[in-house]
């Protein structure tokens, strides 16, 4: 029942952000560590995507990315619940405010999955500026499934309103009505992110063949890459929810965190991202 | 937030998506029907007002209706509060 709760509200959140939070203030979710915050040497925290709760890591034998991780590597896995339907700029806000009250010696990884790994994106580059002594200590930053050059559906979703809104019949206006309260946390979506790219940040992304939601192109926009990049991973057969909980893509994550991350970058990685505001100056 | 701050914020959410969901509906009511009385001309003229005000009629009654409900679930809520508080 409770998951059936949350799972509802995650939803509310994700469908009408801000408005949550201005007019039914007990219904969004803030910001927060599920439980308590974690504590250890070395931390990977989880951030999920748009209208999920931290079940979508569930994985088919009841554990997640995060336990198996724990057992396999030592990181000590913190899960970050939040109202998804804000725009990606303030969860990143939220989301280093959150990273600033963690021990000041523990080091950081992240697994964003989806919108997640937009969030992130986000308080990284925030913390260049506020807090780059979290910055400092972000070892890896794994994107599962991350629009990072946008998702098409929203961009249709614009067109069609764009078309519907030319018609004169009572129908389509109402539908136009409906498809304006969409949440600022989905309308972000639509454009590539606009937070720079960490270049000195080992990171990661991978992405599934059958994601409708977050093709290929757009998960792994920043690397623009052929599939020899090791840092770049695209599962044959997955689509978007796969990502979160599937044992080939843990698998994958688990390497990535044994790597060393002092490791010399891919040539790759450090080409200009054709997203980022560096490349847009 | 409170179990309490959620519910009322719960209560509010339904009150407004009732209230907004019947004026957007009696808009699309309105509208479509006043083109069947467009194509009449000014003999339906009569007929449309009496179904125009019919309608409001209806759709005013159901946002009262929820608003009134709305109201009483404040109270009890405050109720609730006040005895949680003492």
Request: hydrophobic share 40%.
């Amino acid at each position: 029942m409770t998951n059936t709760i949350d799972a509802a509200l995650s939803i509310l959140n994700g469908a009408l952000g801000e408005r949550l939070v201005e007019r039914y203030p007990g219904l969004s979710t803030e910001m927060s560590w599920v439980g308590a915050a974690p504590q250890g040497a070395e931390l990977c925290v989880f951030v999920y995507g748009l209208m999920c709760t931290e079940t979508i890591w569930r994985m088919p034998d009841g554990s997640d990315y995060g336990q198996r991780l724990q057992r396999d590597t030592g990181l000590v896995p913190g899960y970050v619940r939040y109202n998804t339907g804000r725009p990606v700029e303030r969860n990143g806000a939220d989301l280093l405010a959150l990273l600033r009250a963690l021990p000041a010696d523990a080091g950081l990884s992240f697994v964003g999955f989806s919108m997640g790994g937009l969030v992130v994106r986000s308080a990284l580059e925030r913390a260049v500026r506020e807090a780059p002594e979290v910055r400092a200590r972000v070892r890896r930053v794994v994107s599962l499934g991350t629009p990072h050059g946008g998702a098409p559906l929203e961009r249709l979703a614009r067109g069609l309103l764009r078309v519907v809104a030319r018609v004169d019949d009572p129908y389509a206006r109402l539908v136009g009505e409906l498809a304006a309260l969409r949440s600022d946390g989905i309308r972000d979506l639509g454009d590539p992110s606009r937070a720079a790219w960490a270049h000195e940040i080992p990171q990661y992304l991978a992405a599934g063949t059958r994601d409708v939601m977050v093709p290929v192109g757009s998960a792994t926009a920043p690397f623009a890459a052929g599939p020899t990049d090791e840092r770049l991973r695209v599962f044959p057969g997955l689509g978007h929810l796969d990502l979160a909980h599937h044992p080939e893509v843990y698998e994958q994550i688990r390497r990535w965190c044994v790597e060393d991350p002092t490791s010399e970058a891919p040539a790759q990685e450090s080409r200009p991202c054709p997203n980022s505001r560096e490349s847009a100056a | 937030m409170s179990e309490l701050a959620r519910v009322r914020s719960l209560k509010n959410l339904v009150v407004d998506a009732v209230d907004h969901g019947a004026a957007a509906v009696e808009r699309v009511h309105l509208d479509t029907a006043a083109r069947p009385f467009a194509l009449g001309g000014e003999a339906f003229g009569p007929v449309k007002m009496a179904h125009d005000a019919a309608v409001r009629h209806v759709y005013g009654q159901i946002r009262g209706v929820t608003r009134l409900v709305g109201l009483s679930l404040d109270v009890a809520l405050d109720v609730v509060e006040r005895r949680r508080t003492r």
